[in-house]
């Protein structure tokens, strides 16, 4: 069974701070990693996306890869309230993309 | 620029009624297709998937079923619809070539009574 796990949350920040989200996955082979941001009673939409080991950075989104410990993560800096969502992260190969159950963020101003 | 559009957006059925929602995508070409289910406060369930006209690939066995007329048109229909089939209906297309990213539409947010 290919899994991607997620800690449900809820994970709690202030306003101004670093929140850092985490994901691991059971698939050795996947190829593809990536976070979504879901909002209440919305779709996922696409943050970042990350095909090799390292970090990447996108604004105040910085995903970070780690195929050999198969862990991803996602931190964003200067948290703002419009950030609380759930963040989904999904794991790809071959055709087969999976997702977590999402890790709900809430910032508090 | 790429558009995913699904309707109708939300939908009210009784137990045992059909269903059939529509999926299309405008400004790519033979993308792969994807639908998806989340339940209430779970995480995203892959019920089908298509990477052509006519080819659909069923991830698990249930009372629904999917059809791609066209090469931007994906549907999934039901003849009877269960309880358990309430949930946000998510259709997906995907990049083709390395990168994978699926892209999602706005959803239908189906009750069954």
């Known amino acids: 069974q290919k899994e991607v796990e997620q800690n449900s949350g809820p994970l709690s920040v202030p306003e101004g701070a670093i929140a850092s989200l985490n994901c691991t996955y059971s698939d050795r082979g996947s190829q593809s990693f990536f976070w979504y941001r879901q909002y209440s009673g919305k779709s996922p939409e696409l943050i970042m996306s990350i095909y090799s080991n390292g970090d990447k950075e996108d604004g105040r989104f910085t995903a970070q890869l780690n195929k050999a410990s198969q862990y991803v993560s996602l931190l964003i800096r200067d948290s703002q309230p419009s950030d609380s969502a759930t963040y989904l992260c999904?794991?790809?190969?071959?055709?087969?993309?999976?997702f977590g159950a999402g890790t709900r963020l809430t910032v508090k101003p | 620029s790429q558009t995913i559009h699904q309707w109708p957006a939300t939908l009210v059925q009784p137990v045992g009624s059909p269903l059939s929602l529509e999926c299309t995508v405008e400004g790519t070409s033979n993308p792969n297709l994807y639908w998806y289910r989340q339940a209430a406060g779970r995480g995203l369930q892959l019920l089908f998937y298509?990477?052509?006209?006519?080819?659909i690939s069923s991830e698990v066995p249930q009372n629904l079923s999917a059809s791609r007329p066209q090469d931007r048109q994906f549907i999934l229909s039901s003849k009877k619809l269960l309880l358990s089939d309430s949930g946000f209906y998510l259709c997906?297309?995907?990049?083709?070539?390395?990168?994978?990213?699926?892209?999602f539409g706005p959803g239908t947010r189906l009750t069954v009574l």
């Open positions: 997906a297309w995907r990049k083709s070539g390395y990168y994978n990213e699926q892209f």
């Open positions: 298509s990477v052509g006209i006519g080819q």
């Open positions: 999904a794991v790809y190969n071959n055709n087969d993309m999976r």
